[in-house]
């Protein structure tokens, strides 16, 4: 019988995020082996095609491949999915990382009952340009070297930020790029609303939000300095900006990030 090689990245989960990942590692050109279960047939087709991976529809024939966990389901579907590995007897150990939004270090150690060694990353679907952002927080007892590969492998899909599971939540709900996507999708249809047609709409809105902040990256100046130099008090920008502001704008975006944070405590508790 042929022996398992054990040296993969393995994906419990071929979804979203799943497949970002595997966009921005293509482009980065890793050769590493990569494994994706999923029970959707056409999913891992999909993803067999798109990214030259391996699948297994099977649970414990992907586990069994590992070298590196990644757990890539729903946090709802975490607990059920630990659970029926350690049902399997596989008590080998194993570096995992969960992806699931919410689900703290010491659920998934209690969940798994097997001697998986833990980290949380909370990657941003941006990945699969090689411009995404991963916050990591790492476990007690994880060796240095599995830090550091952890580390390495979501750097090449772009910056990793190493910050304590406390804050994770409060980052979950900050990163996400569906903040920049909302904003430019009200913003543009705002500027439909005044007479623009739609692909110059979304034009100058594209260019207010990802053009602005690429000029703050690169620049040496404060974010207050650049406020101040587009919008001239007295001016149009500066008045616009303060009618935001009086209708609730602030607000509203310091009211969406609380009730992302109550969805992450719901997570912990599932």
Known sequence: MKAVRKNAVVFLGGGRITSALLAGLRLAGFRQPVVVLDHNPHKLRQLKRQYDVQV?????????QAHLLIVAVRPDGVRDLLQQIGHAGQFRSLTAVSLAAGIPLKSLRSWAGFPLRWARAMPSPV??????????????????????EIRDFFSRVGTVLEIPENRFDAFTVTY?????????????????NLGL?????????????????????ASTLSLDALLNEAATPGGIAASTMSKMNQSGYKRSVQLGLRAGMRRAAKNAKS
């Open 56 to 64: 297994e529809p099977d649970l414990h024939r992907a586990v069994e």
């Open 127 to 148: 990945a699969r340009t090689g411009r995404g952002l991963t916050a990591i927080t790492f476990d007690r007892g994880l060796p240095v070297s599995a830090r550091r």
């Open 176 to 192: 996400s790029s569906s903040h920049g996507y909302h904003a430019l999708s009200a913003l543009a249809e705002a500027a439909e």
């Open 197 to 217: 047609d739609r692909k110059t709409a979304l034009t100058a809105a594209a260019h207010a939000l990802a053009d602005g902040v690429l000029a703050w990256r």
